[in-house]
């Protein structure tokens, strides 16, 4: 079992910034893929960005540039840096992670930008 902890949300305005973190309770090294999704109310959970176990990223075309995910390996754990935070990235984020055939999810942390 893969425990995730997920912390940094909070209340920012328009144009702040904001970094997520989510902590493991195993070595990020038995992860395929680690990465963010959000989801906003009345709206479908989407990909924020991801990180594969070669160091590979994928981010949502929404990002435009904005967002950097990345991963510390000896405090297990993976960021994910928010720039230029717009009031529509308003959401609640998860941290989600692959091992093997299994997925595991954070609890979520919630990110509200004002105008």
């Known amino acids: 079992q893969v425990q995730l902890v997920e912390s940094g949300g909070g209340l920012v305005q328009a144009g702040g910034s904001l970094r997520l973190s989510c902590a493991f309770s195993?070595?990020?090294?038995?992860?395929?893929?680690m990465g963010w999704y959000r989801q906003a109310p009345g709206k479908q959970r989407e990909l924020v960005a991801s990180i594969t176990s070669g160091g590979s990223t994928n981010y949502g075309d929404f990002v435009k540039g904005r967002f950097t995910i990345s991963r510390d390996s000896p405090k297990n754990t993976v960021y994910l840096q928010m720039n230029d935070l717009k009031p529509e990235d308003t959401a609640v984020y998860y941290c989600k992670v692959i091992r093997s055939v299994s997925a595991y999810w954070g609890q979520g942390t919630q990110v509200t930008v004002s105008s």
């Open positions: 195993v070595s990020i090294f038995s992860f395929n893929v």
